[in-house]
């Protein structure tokens, strides 16, 4: 109590402490006193309360025990006096022994009494009940059959009691009423008929399925009856428990069975749609069948059997026993993707099991799969490795017949655009989109699995259609008349490059998700790389027939005919000009490509004429008129392919400011300038070799030796770093060698 009032007081202090903290707050301490006065009798006011609160509880709490204690003598006295009364019984109960069998004795005369007249109509009631069971009158057969059974088994429950032993009774009670057990299975027989086209039943006569029902229902409460009486006595009449209403669900599950099977009205040979007929059938026979079992059957059957939801698990274990008696089997391609969208994608859709007639009772969500997911895998292995054999079939099919159509005498088919291409890409795509769609029904696994086969199978096949095409220009190059439209040919092989390419983007963009594009493989980056080098190629065959044709005029440049006035490279550009009429049906990205390459090889072509050291001049004059002509000549292949180029944004004027360059070197009438002129050559064209120099310098024709080796040395000894921006050109170009024979010449 003490260290309690010492930490009240130090809590008052610090309280107190708390509240005068600054000197104007003193005049407020009568004020604080009054507050905490107030506090202190509204804490004493809540601390009686509470007090008395327990104080009462307590009081009753001790008033309730004082009652139970009380209660429990009375008890205590009552049952002394039960068992006193209990043991005085005793004596008198074993005296009413002879009473207990005079009353069991009585019980069974009275039995055999009531049942009397029964017994002598059994002959009689039994021919009724087969009348009327011949007749339809199943519920009057019914009743019969049951006021036959209750007499049998009361007679027979009644021998039991009083002679267990006494078989001979027994059996004699049962030969005498040996009819009714033939009634019953003939009855039952009846009955199962109906239990099996219940189903047409509902729809024409209701009111027999409702009798059936009902009887069935009489027929199980019985059997509860008599299995509870066995428990107690250990009798049970002869034929029961019947299980009428298991026999039912049995009798269900059958026809369900049976139904399904009967569905197959073809085969293979006599059929090719024979599985899609037959998947059609079980779909339309089960909706059918669960939508009158959901409108008319349910309100039939008492609500404990649950003859939807019964149903509704039959036809699934039906079905699925079907359908892995199909997945066994050798289905072919076509059959296996029709199985698995049937399977997969109709049975739960709105055609079938998702229709809105049979929600909310059928969640397709709780339906357990048809077959296994290793039956699944396994077809769809096959149907993997067979589209993967069709594919390269097809593709293989598809090129050939493109092949045969590169060597027609008629040009090749124009789009909308008037570029030339094939159909190639359009079957070939055709194709893919088609699988694609047919295996996106199926399940998005085997969708991306069929899109990564066709982009392998593509990138094979690209291969080959490269292969293809070099073996197209290489035919045509042994005869160059044959085929006649090698040309437009070669350009619509071009195009499909470019076609390829848009539609293997178009076919990611729409079945490639794109965080999964990032996963795929490389060599379907490589697709685009190959269809490049192919169309590249393509380019590059069609300029190689332009240079044959110009060859002729190629080599009159830089020599003693083109210094005198040679219209060669009028002719060239005439030429050139004339084939890119024809190039104009090429698209744009390879068109772009092919002036591009086909400037700079002229521009190759005519810089080599001038390394071949055709000419040399003898003096300035032919100097000047050689340089005029080479400067006129570039201007001629600048205005040529800008022509060319129109559009494209690319700059054509670097290639032929080489050629200025070089006739700037020739034109040159101060030979101590020439050093100056040609390493500033050297330095805008860094790729120039010293070979390049001595012929240019040779077909100048006024530079020695010397002078050559010196040019030559010094620039060697002042080399410039090449400028990274530049495309070399004069590594294509050697200068050709005098040969021992020449100089011995």
């Not at 005369?109 to 087969?130: G, Y």
């Not at 795509?429 to 295996?439: D, G, K, T």
Request: some cysteine; aromatic content about 6%.
């Amino acid at each position: 109590m003490e260290e309690t009032g010492r930490e009240a007081v130090a809590t008052a202090v610090q309280r107190v402490a708390g509240m005068l903290q600054r000197p104007d707050q003193l005049d407020k301490v009568e004020q604080y006193r009054r507050r905490e006065a107030r506090k202190k009798a509204s804490v004493e006011a809540r601390l009686k309360a509470a007090i008395q609160s327990q104080l009462d509880g307590v009081r009753t709490g001790l008033s309730q025990l004082h009652n139970a204690l009380s209660d429990v003598k009375d008890i205590q006295r009552s049952l002394v006096d039960v068992n006193k009364d209990w043991r005085q019984s005793i004596n008198t109960i074993e005296n009413l022994k002879g009473v207990k069998d005079a009353v069991v004795q009585h019980s069974q005369l009275a039995a055999a009494v009531e049942n009397l007249k029964s017994i002598f109509s059994v002959p009689e009631i039994v021919r009724e009940t087969q009348d009327l069971i011949e007749r339809g009158e199943l519920l009057k057969a019914h009743r019969n059959l049951r006021d036959l059974e209750c007499s049998r088994d009361d007679l027979m429950y009644e021998q039991y009691r009083m002679d267990s032993k006494n078989t001979h009774d027994m059996n004699l009670i049962h030969i005498y009423f040996g009819e009714i057990q033939k009634l019953s299975e003939e009855l039952a027989k009846q009955l199962w008929m109906v239990i099996e086209r219940s189903l047409l039943t509902v729809r024409r006569d209701p009111t027999l399925l409702v009798s059936v029902v009902r009887i069935i229902e009489r027929e199980e409460k019985i059997d509860k009856r008599m299995l509870d009486r066995k428990k107690q006595t250990g009798f049970i009449p002869p034929g029961r428990p019947k299980k009428w209403k298991e026999n039912m669900f049995d009798i269900l599950e059958r026809t369900v069975s049976t139904r399904i099977e009967g569905t197959q009205a073809d085969t293979r040979e006599s059929d090719k749609m024979w599985l899609v007929c037959h998947l059609e059938i079980i779909r339309k026979y089960v909706l059918d069948d669960l939508q009158v079992a959901k409108n008319l059957m349910e309100e039939r059957f008492p609500p404990q059997y649950d003859i939807f939801k019964k149903l509704l698990n039959m036809y699934h274990q039906a079905l699925s026993m079907r359908m892995q008696e199909l997945a066994s089997e050798d289905l072919e391609a076509n059959e296996i993707v029709t199985f698995l969208t049937w399977v997969l994608s109709t049975y739960k859709s709105e055609e079938m099991m998702g229709n809105l007639e049979l929600a909310p009772e059928v969640d397709v969500n709780c339906l357990t799969p048809l077959i296994s997911q290793t039956a699944v895998d396994q077809l769809l292995s096959k149907y993997m490795s067979t589209l993967t054999s069709n594919i390269i079939g097809w593709l293989r099919k598809a090129l050939e017949t493109d092949r045969k159509d590169w060597i027609k005498e008629t040009e090749p088919e124009a789009d909308q655009d008037g570029y030339y291409q094939t159909t190639l890409p359009a079957i070939v795509f055709q194709m893919f989109e088609q699988n694609l769609q047919v295996a996106a029904q199926i399940s998005e696994d085997l969708k991306m699995k069929v899109l990564l086969l066709c982009l392998q199978q593509m990138n094979s096949f690209l291969t080959r259609y490269r292969e293809e095409a070099q073996f197209y220009k290489e035919e045509h190059l042994k005869n160059r008349q044959y085929p006649q439209c090698y040309v437009q040919y070669m350009i619509a092989v071009i195009n499909n490059c470019q076609t390829f390419k848009d539609s293997i983007i178009s076919l990611k963009r729409k079945y490639l998700k794109n965080e999964m594009e990032e996963g795929m493989p490389s060599s379907h980056a490589n697709m685009d790389m190959t269809l490049d080098i192919t169309a590249k190629e393509g380019c590059s065959s069609l300029l190689d027939e332009v240079f044959m044709d110009l060859e002729p005029h190629l080599n009159e440049l830089m020599t003693k005919k083109w210094l005198m006035g040679s219209n060669a490279v009028g002719t060239i550009c005439v030429t050139v000009e004339d084939y890119f009429n024809d190039f104009a049906r090429i698209k744009k990205p390879y068109k772009k490509i092919m002036t591009l390459e086909a400037h700079r090889r002229v521009v190759v072509e005519y810089i080599r004429a001038i390394m071949l050291k055709r000419i040399s001049f003898k003096n300035a004059e032919e100097r000047k008129e050689g340089a005029e002509k080479m400067i006129k000549e570039a201007e001629q292949f600048r205005f040529l392919f800008k022509k060319l180029a129109a559009g494209s944004g690319e700059d054509t004027e670097g290639l032929c400011d080489i050629i200025v360059a070089i006739a700037e070197v020739i034109k040159l009438t101060d030979p101590s300038l020439l050093f100056l002129e040609v390493s500033t050559l050297v330095s805008k064209y860094p790729d120039i070799r010293d070979d390049h120099i001595s012929a240019l310098l040779t077909v100048r024709g006024d530079a020695s030796r010397d002078m050559k080796q010196t040019i030559i040395e010094t620039l060697e000894q002042g080399a410039n770093q090449p400028n990274p921006n530049y495309v070399p050109i004069f590594k294509e170009i050697t200068v050709p060698t005098l040969s021992v024979p020449k100089l011995l010449k």
